[in-house]
């Protein structure tokens, strides 16, 4: 099916654990985009891959890894979970300098 | 720290009646975008509006983008009960930054 997928949709984990939340685009989209939306901050950027092997820090990096082997998948991995990292976690992509396309999110709570 | 700010922070409307919510942002931009989304739901994009662009239309909705200050409204005209949701600005920052406001809740009153 044509889109922006994420797995899983909800991830229960627990404190140190490492987690990988998958994103996969079948649109061919350049750019790839992770945020993460928590109550009174909005949407903030994570990570972002204007191509396959390119990465960039967006606005809160700090604790997660990303990577882009191929133009249809960004996965973003946190090393080590902490509390602080529960939230609704969004994938997008999109042409450059276009509307994003996003997936249905993942619900991951630390404890 | 973001850069699009919306206001206000939630709107209650009866049906058929129009919402304004406006967005402020802090330096310059490529575009703005504006997004819908429904509760515990992903974002829909609305439309996008370029910096050198004033206005914008698709359907009932009205953008409008003042460059000079740093500003832009969304209009949604006539609503309805399933235009309830959360509504996001977004702007495509010089370098690639892209930041989304807190969002306004829109709720239509049928």
């Known amino acids: 099916d044509a889109g922006i997928t994420q797995s899983p949709r909800y991830k229960i984990t627990e404190t140190g654990r490492q987690v990988t939340l998958m994103c996969h685009q079948t649109?061919?989209?350049?750019?790839m985009f992770w945020y993460r939306q928590d109550l009174g901050h909005g949407l903030r950027l994570i990570y972002y891959s204007a191509a396959a092997d390119i990465t960039d820090k967006g606005e809160v990096p700090d604790g997660y890894v990303v990577s882009r082997s191929k133009t249809e998948n960004f996965p973003l991995t946190l090393e080590s979970a902490t509390r602080s990292q529960t939230s609704v976690y969004f994938c997008?992509?999109?042409?450059?300098?276009?509307?994003?396309?996003f997936g249905p999110g993942t619900r991951l709570t630390v404890t | 720290s973001q850069q699009g700010e919306e206001d206000p922070q939630a709107l209650s409307i009866q049906e058929g009646e129009n919402a304004t919510m406006n967005c402020s942002y802090k330096t310059s931009i490529n575009n703005l975008q504006w997004y819908r989304q429904n509760s515990g739901r992903g974002l829909v994009h609305l439309i996008l509006?370029?910096?050198?662009?004033r206005e914008k239309h698709s359907g009932r909705l009205r953008v409008t983008l003042d460059t000079s200050k740093k500003s832009s409204s969304l209009l949604i005209t006539a609503s309805r009960a399933a235009d309830t949701a959360s509504y996001f600005c977004?702007?495509?920052?010089?370098?690639?930054?892209?930041?989304f406001g807190t969002g306004t809740s829109l709720t239509v009153i049928p």
């Open positions: 649109w061919s989209h350049s750019y």
């Open positions: 997008a992509s999109s042409h450059p300098h276009y509307e994003q396309y």
């Open positions: 509006i370029r910096s050198n662009e």
């Open positions: 977004a702007t495509d920052e010089a370098g690639n930054q892209f930041y």
